[in-house]
Each structure stands twice: as C-alpha cells, then as structure tokens.
C-alpha cells in the first residue's frame, strides 16, 4: 500500500464515533461520558404507551435506543437503522415513525405508542390476533412494526383494498415473505372497522 492511501477497509479517524455515547442513553444518577459536554444532555417528558415518563438523555439517541436500551420497551427491532425496512415503527401523536430515525428529545411532551402498548391486559389487540389467524409472520422480527404500521394503515383511511394495503404497507419488509398474510390480516380488521 502506498503512504497516503487508504484500503477500502479502512475508516479515516476524523469520522469515527464512540458507539457507547450514541448507543447508551445517561442514566439520571450517571455523569456524562467524558468528552459529552453538560449541554448535551436534555431532559424529556413524554408519555409512553400512557405512562408519563421523565428522563435525561444524550442529545443524540434515538428513539428506538431509548425505547429498547433504557425502558426495556423491545418490540419495536433494529433492523437496518436507516428507516428503511420498517422493523422499529411505533407511533408517535398518533402517526407512524421509523423510530430509529426519530430523536427522543423530539418526543418531549408525545404519546409515544408502542407494540407494548396495544393490548388490553393479557387480551391481544384486534390486529395482533388477525396475524396469528392470517398466518402473517414467519419469523416474527418484523412482526411488531408491521403490525404498528398495519394499525395506522387503517387509521389513516388506507386499507380500501388490497392493493392500497400493500402501497401504504410498502415501507415495511418481511424478508420471510408473508405478505399475503400480512395484507388479508388489514382486510379483515378494516372491514371489520367499517362494518363497526
């Protein structure tokens, strides 16, 4: 290798990120990591599956990394961690977000609702049960957030027809490939919605 060039598997250090400071949200009775200055960390209040929650966090973490890593809230996956294939959805004021994409300081003073939240006690939400019925899940990992998105499909006025379904579903992927499942699952609790 000649001075001055780099491999292609080589990372520059100028770009280079502690993963524990972005990964790991502070903990109220922790001091910030050295090197995070006072001012990064932010206080926020929102509500979470309808409990108020209060916490101090990085500036920089991600929802999905507050929900999984400090509130023990794990349905709601890290998939690809770039918003594209869907597997961390949860809903947030009531519409869909890819929440490894969303700040939690962002969610100051927001219902957040997760697939924890969804259920009545120990009785499944209405689309959970028509996942199991439609056999919509294979291996389960995209299973939360595609239910999270099928709820708001509805909600949103987007489950006519099968193939709006599966235009308002597109943002969320099923590498097992049960999109037919899937699909039948929104028909039948939107036509159960609109039959009321």
């Known amino acids: ?8 598997t080589m990372v520059p250090l100028g770009v280079m990120v ?4 972005s990964a790991q949200p502070l ?11 006072a001012g990064n960390v932010v206080e926020i209040s929102p509500r979470i599956n309808g409990t108020r929650r209060t916490l101090r966090v990085d500036a920089r973490t ?24 869907g597997a961390c959805t949860v809903h947030v004021n009531g519409r869909r977000v890819a929440s490894c994409l969303t700040l939690a300081a962002k969610v100051d003073g927001a219902e957040v609702l997760t697939i924890e939240g969804i259920s009545d006690g120990q009785a499944l939400h209405p689309m959970q049960q028509a996942f199991i019925d439609h056999d919509a899940l294979q291996c389960g990992y995209c299973t939360p ?3 999270m998105a099928a709820i708001a499909c509805i909600e949103e006025g987007h489950a006519s027809n099968a193939a709006t379904i599966r235009e308002y579903m597109s943002g969320n992927i ?3 490939g049960a999109y037919n499942g899937i699909v039948a699952a929104v028909e039948q609790i939107a036509r159960s919605v609109r039959e009321g």
Do not use: T
């Not at 903990?27 to 200055?37: H, I, V």
């Open 62 to 85: 991600s929802l999905l990394d507050l929900l999984r890593e400090r509130l023990d809230l794990v349905g709601a996956k890290k998939g690809c961690d770039h918003g594209q294939c």
């Open 1 to 8: 290798m000649k001075v001055g060039a780099m491999s292609a």
């Open 27 to 37: 903990d109220d009775k922790r001091q910030p990591a050295p090197g995070l200055a």
């Open 18 to 21: 502690p993963w524990k400071a």
């Open 145 to 147: 957030g595609q239910i």
């Open 174 to 176: 099923c590498r097992c």
